[in-house]
């Protein structure tokens, strides 16, 4: 299997630019996960899908921040009118059905002047 | 208190000893346990997951898992300088096993030559 793949890798952005960011899951991976990881701490969940579906979403996430799995295979997140707050790494990480265990990609490090 | 806790270290240890890696849990419930390995600058890497109580085993790496004490370890035998990493411990949500993983902040290694 390839593993997860991120896109882009790093990303640098004025405050109050929109920002999109994209990730491949496992190929055959049907839980698609978002954390967000600052330096210091580990990640912290944001957002994930089940196929297509948006189960859950961190009560931490502004209404600034979007997720999308549109077919059930790669996702997107956005974050608009980004602020300084906002720098920080983001990860996703996907499993298989049936199993618990979660595999992350590489991150895009996104920062916020 | 947090609802996963590690020692943040560093932890420092002579090359060929073993490391021992600690974590506590707030959440009786839940039901699965993780051990990320973090290079610097670099996503998280699975090295171990454990779900019943006692130890399990892979290659150098011994998880050990007591549910009644809420306490999940990680021992690296035979210590190398390749191991030097902060080493994220994560359990799952105890309402959804295929959710969202709570990371404590993480412990940083060094192996010294």
């Known amino acids: 299997d390839t593993g997860v793949s991120q896109d882009p890798r790093h990303k640098i952005t004025k405050r109050g630019q929109n920002v999109t960011f994209r990730c491949d899951p496992i190929s055959e991976h049907n839980r698609l996960y978002w954390y967000r990881q600052t330096l210091g701490q580990g990640p912290e969940f944001l957002t994930y899908f089940q196929n297509e579906a948006q189960l859950e979403k961190s009560r931490l996430l502004s209404d600034r921040f979007s997720a999308e799995r549109p077919k059930g295979s790669f996702s997107t997140l956005e974050i608009q009118r980004t602020e300084q707050g906002d720098s920080a790494m983001y990860l996703c990480?996907?499993?298989?059905?049936?199993?618990?265990?979660?595999?992350f990609g590489p991150g895009t490090r996104l920062t916020v002047t | 208190q947090k609802e996963v806790e590690q020692n943040s270290g560093p932890l420092s240890v002579p090359e060929g000893a073993i490391a021992s890696l600690n974590c506590t849990y707030s959440?009786?419930?839940?039901?699965?346990f993780f051990w990320y390995r973090q290079y610097s600058g670099k996503s998280p890497e699975l090295i171990m997951f454990i779900y019943s109580n006692g130890d399990k085993e892979d290659g150098r790496f011994t998880a050990q898992l007591n549910k009644a004490s809420q306490y999940v370890s990680l021992l690296i035998r035979d210590s190398q300088p390749s191991d030097s990493a902060t080493y994220l411990c994560?359990?799952?949500?105890?309402?959804?096993?295929?959710?969202?993983?709570?990371f404590g902040q993480g412990t940083e290694l060094s192996v010294k030559p």
């Open positions: 990480a996907s499993a298989r059905g049936g199993a618990y265990e979660q595999y």
């Open positions: 994560a359990v799952n949500d105890r309402y959804n096993q295929g959710g969202k993983l709570i």
């Open positions: 959440d009786r419930g839940s039901q699965s």
